[in-house]
């Protein structure tokens, strides 16, 4: 039973299409990230949620907006796709402040984002 | 000046030898420090985390921490091929935000 679950893994789409990626986790944990990975491997972060509230929102464009329904799910959306969306985005969870490891995240398999 | 610092690599070992990673960050006030490791094409996965000055040693992994020099490091004995992935060096600041460092390649060569 998959902890943190993304779809899709893999997207291929064109210059300007809207795309989004789902995520739920079914850990009980309070608090979900969305972080992107480039070709080089760096791991920057995104957004994240607390309890469904927006806690953590980086320096990101405004064509990426992130939706949070329940505290077991984060989605993403993106709009106007350029070329250099193309990355992998990991969705993550954690307990946040309420105990286990503080900061231990846990990641989903990863979204390739291919924008031609 | 970047808020997590680790040398890209590749960092090439030979089997049974002693692989040395090493992280510096910028934000004094730190309080949790991490390492996780991603194979390719994997999400990554947490294997040490460090909150205090000095030594932890789980297994074959021993973390160190330094705060007055800003300095994180692992050191992962008796390297096996199966060791060979990118190691990420994260930082917690505090709160709910991580950062992570670029990573560092290590090859363990049979």
């Known amino acids: 039973d998959t902890a943190v679950s993304q779809t899709p893994k893999y997207l291929v789409t064109q210059m300007g299409n809207d795309k989004s990626i789902k995520c739920e986790q079914n850990?009980?944990?309070?608090?979900m990230y969305w972080y992107k990975q480039d070709s080089k491997k760096f791991l920057k972060i995104m957004f994240s949620?607390?309890?469904?509230?927006?806690?953590i929102n980086e320096t990101v464009p405004n064509r990426f907006s992130p939706k949070s329904p329940d505290k077991a799910h984060l989605n993403l959306h993106i709009n106007s796709l350029e070329l250099g969306d193309s990355a992998v985005y990991f969705c993550?969870?954690?307990?946040?402040?309420?105990?286990?490891?503080?900061?231990?995240?846990?990641f989903g398999e990863g979204s390739r984002l291919t924008v031609l | 000046q970047k808020e997590v610092e680790q040398n890209s690599g590749p960092l090439s070992v030979p089997e049974g030898a002693i692989a040395s990673l090493n992280c510096t960050y910028s934000d004094r006030g730190s309080q949790s420090f991490f390492w996780y490791r991603q194979y390719s094409g994997k999400s990554p996965e947490l294997i040490m985390f460090i909150y205090s000055n000095g030594d932890k040693e789980d297994g074959r992994f021993t973390a160190q921490l330094n705060k007055a020099s800003q300095y994180v490091s692992l050191l992962i004995r008796d390297s096996q091929p199966s060791d060979s992935a990118t190691y990420l060096c994260?930082?917690?600041?505090?709160?709910?935000?991580?950062?992570f460092g670029a990573g560092t390649r290590l090859f363990v060569k049979a």
């Open positions: 994260a930082v917690t600041p505090g709160g709910f935000k991580t950062i």
């Open positions: 993550a969870s954690s307990l946040g402040l309420s105990g286990g490891i503080p900061g231990e995240l846990f």
């Open positions: 850990l009980g944990h309070d608090t």
């Open positions: 949620y607390n309890n469904k509230e927006l806690i």
